[in-house]
């Protein structure tokens, strides 16, 4: 039986396949974050077993029993010396949400906890996210002077735009049975047992359905983002602009403190 390695103090994203599902998990020791070298690694893993003829499903997780994902390494944010930078920093992201996205494969996520900024942005580029009713999710952004821009496309998409704007305005906690009305999580447990129950049946369940079949209703439930890659790549440059504001650096400032 597969198993994962062990979290790296710069953090990680660890895979094995196993009866036709990929696990893929990621994490890093600050509550799950997301900094460059993580974010470029989940891209890359993401679109290599997604391109195995062995895989059926991508099943995707994070590290521990804290926080899912706390969205944007904020010690990376405050070392952002220039909009180059910013931009490249920001294109992680864009990058993590069209191999997801694009992955012929349907994508299955374990939320196990709650969930920050970029990580609602993974969250709403899965096919099918399965969470505890811990996991709430929130856009924190706009409190460190930036916006939800490179992961909003995709969050809009899944809860529509009134309800996108309001997460982006208010930044307030929105409860995981929120999420599961809004059509970003299909299913919610009442504890990580049921979740991971619920979480093995759905990824088995998947990997013994019509490969063709399934890649289709992928296709279809993402039909309208060709133009993606260059609206998240001027999103990113977007927030790689804001992120040098004099307001911005004194609020991230404050977070790392």
Not at 121 to 137: C, E, F, K, R
Request: hydrophobic share 45%; aromatic share 8%; with cysteine.
């Amino acid at each position: 039986m597969g198993s994962h390695s062990p979290l790296a103090p710069t953090g990680s994203v660890s895979t094995f396949v196993e009866d036709g599902v990929a696990d893929v998990c990621f994490g890093h020791p600050r509550s799950n974050s997301l900094p460059s070298s993580v974010l470029r690694a989940l891209a890359d893993e993401i679109t290599a077993v997604g391109r195995r003829d062995d895989v059926r499903v991508v099943l995707l997780r994070s590290y521990g029993s804290g926080a899912f994902c706390a969205g944007a390494s904020f010690d990376e944010l405050s070392s952002i010396g220039d909009r180059g930078a910013g931009k490249e920093f920001f294109l992680g992201f864009a990058r993590v949400i069209l191999a997801m996205t694009r992955c012929a494969k349907p994508i299955v996520t374990r939320v196990h906890g709650k969930t920050v900024g970029g990580g609602v942005g993974v969250v709403a580029a899965s096919d099918y996210v399965i969470a505890t009713d811990n996991a709430a999710l929130r856009l924190s952004e706009l409190a460190v002077g930036i916006g939800p821009f490179v992961v909003g496309p995709a969050i809009e998409r899944k809860v529509g735009p009134g309800a996108f704007a309001s997460m982006a305005l208010d930044a307030d906690w929105r409860d995981a049975a929120w999420g599961e009305q809004h059509g970003l999580y299909a299913r919610v447990c009442v504890n990580t047992t049921e979740l991971d129950e619920a979480v093995a049946n759905t990824s088995r369940s998947l990997s013994q359905a019509n490969p063709a079949a399934v890649q289709r209703i992928k296709e279809i439930a993402w039909s309208g983002t060709d133009h993606w890659p260059t609206l998240l790549d001027q999103r990113a440059e977007m927030s790689g602009t804001l992120v040098l504001s004099e307001y911005t650096r004194a609020a991230i400032a404050k977070f790392v403190k």
